[in-house]
Structures are given as C-alpha cells and as structure tokens.
C-alpha cells in the first residue's frame, strides 16, 4: 500500500499480565448510566441510554502499579474525572439481543473519562456537539484489560475515585441504570459493533474539578487501581 503520510501506529491496550495487547477499533461512551450521578447532571427517570464518541488515540494507557501523567488540557477551567467501568469486545453484530451482546465482552477495565466541563455545558446551552469537552487529547486514561473468562462478569462490584486521597466518587456497578449488555444491545441498534470495540460504561455521582499537581485513584473490585496525575 502506498500512502501519501505514514501510517498511524495502532492504538492498543495492554492486557494484564501478558504481553499481548488489545487493538482498538472505536471508543464509545455511554452518558449519565447511574441514577445519582443523573440527578447531580439535572436529569431523572430511567431515559434511554445515549452515547457519544472518542477517538481512539485520546487513550492514555497506565500500567499496573504505575502512574499515569495527564497533561492539563488547553482552553478549559474546569476539567472534571469521571470513573468508569470499561467493556472490551472481541465480537459484534447488529441489533443483538441481550444474551448475544453479553457474549461481545471479551474483558474488563477501568477508565477516566475526563471532561473540559466548561466547554461540554456551552455545548449543550447552545445545542452544539460534545467533542470540544470530551474526546479532546488524552481525555481518556485507561488501565489494562482483564479476561472475563478469568473474572467472570462484572454486574456488582465497587467503583470508587479518590483525588489527593479523598473519596470523591464510590458506588456500585449494580447500580447501573443500563447494564453492560443492555447498553451494548442497544448501541448494536445504532451502530454494527466489531471487534476491537471499547465502552465506557457510564460514571457514579460525585464528579468534579482537578487542577494541576492532583493525584487520582481510581479502583473498580477485581480490576484493582487506576493512577494518573494531573500535569
């Protein structure tokens, strides 16, 4: 193949005590997925999920034990984290059913989803697209993946976030609205799904701002601790 500019690297997750990687195709995002966190968001009742979109390259992968550096992001004031739950999927399809989308989810993860707020509330007052205060660079810090089939699936469990070592976000992942395979069912009415596919699964309540020189954590039960810090 000759390509006028090189070829981009593939994005790529490491998975957990391995030296393989995951591939990653799309990164999609599901919004306001815990009932608490919608109310702090202004909304409530169980609406249908919806979904929004990053750019693969917006991942920052974090080793096990390691920290992450996220740079602070340009034209913001207010950078919020947002915890998540993130699915891997090594299979796809369109318009599946429950069980069907239960069986996509290769692995496990936790991820950030940091957000320029500032800009994602002008946005929406304006009823303009998201991306300018979600899929910005680096916007999406994420751990190694972990097999289901050595964790089984993750329908409960703690998901927590604590910045400076104050606990800012703790829930738990049964209280989803949607669950995984309902969010992925439904986005498989929207999108085809494929392998290499990624899903951040929606944040608990509790979000806020980070400056420079802060320290998150983040842990979901099984998948242990996320670190980045804030540069």
């Not at 976030?161 to 829930?171: A, D, T």
Request: aromatic share 8%.
């Amino acid at each position: 193949m000759n390509t006028l500019i090189p070829l981009h690297p593939v994005v790529a997750i490491p998975v957990a005590d391995s030296d393989v990687v995951f591939p990653v195709r799309r990164v999609y995002c599901v919004g306001r997925n815990y009932a608490e966190h919608a109310k702090e968001m202004g909304f409530t009742g169980r609406e249908d999920p919806f979904f929004f979109s990053k750019p693969a390259d917006a991942l920052l992968n974090v080793a096990n034990g390691q920290t992450g550096v996220m740079p602070y992001p340009p034209k913001t004031s207010n950078l919020h984290y947002e915890i998540e739950l993130v699915v891997a999927l090594d299979k796809g399809g369109r318009d599946l059913t429950l069980e069907q989308a239960a069986e996509c989810v290769w692995g496990y993860g936790i991820g950030l989803d940091m957000t320029r707020r500032d800009l994602q509330g002008e946005a929406k007052k304006l009823g303009r697209p998201w991306e300018v205060g979600k899929a910005f660079d680096f916007s999406a810090p994420i751990g190694p993946l972990h097999p289901r089939s050595q964790l089984g699936t993750l329908d409960a469990g703690a998901i927590s976030l604590s910045v400076n070592g104050q606990v800012k976000q703790s829930s738990d992942l049964s209280q989803m609205i949607w669950s995984v395979a309902e969010s992925i069912a439904y986005l498989s009415g929207l999108f085809e799904l494929k392998a290499g596919d990624i899903i951040f699964t929606g944040t608990p309540e509790g979000v806020g701002p980070v400056v420079v020189g802060d320290m998150l954590v983040g842990a979901v039960a099984g998948l242990g601790e996320l670190q980045v810090k804030i540069a």
